[in-house]
């Protein structure tokens, strides 16, 4: 799916994911079972992966402008 669309479902997902650790956060999970662990640490590389997908979309749109 990321191949279909790009940097739109890199932001979607991350996006996603995010919610999904900052709600469980909030309600407690500390410890992830992923390779990262700490849930923080999760929250840092989804957050990254938005604002890197977010710069490819203002890239895109950049490039379509000029």
């Known amino acids: 799916m ?3 669309l790009g940097p739109v479902a890199v932001v979607g997902f ?11 956060r909030r309600r407690g999970l500390t410890r992830s079972k992923c390779v990262l662990r700490d849930t923080r640490v999760v929250l840092a590389y989804l957050g990254t992966l ?3 997908g977010t710069a490819a979309i203002a890239w ?3 490039d379509l402008i000029t």
């Open 14 to 24: 991350a996006l996603l994911g995010f919610a999904g650790y900052v709600r469980a």
């Open 60 to 62: 895109q749109i950049y």
């Open 50 to 52: 938005a604002l890197a």
């Open 2 to 4: 990321a191949w279909l």
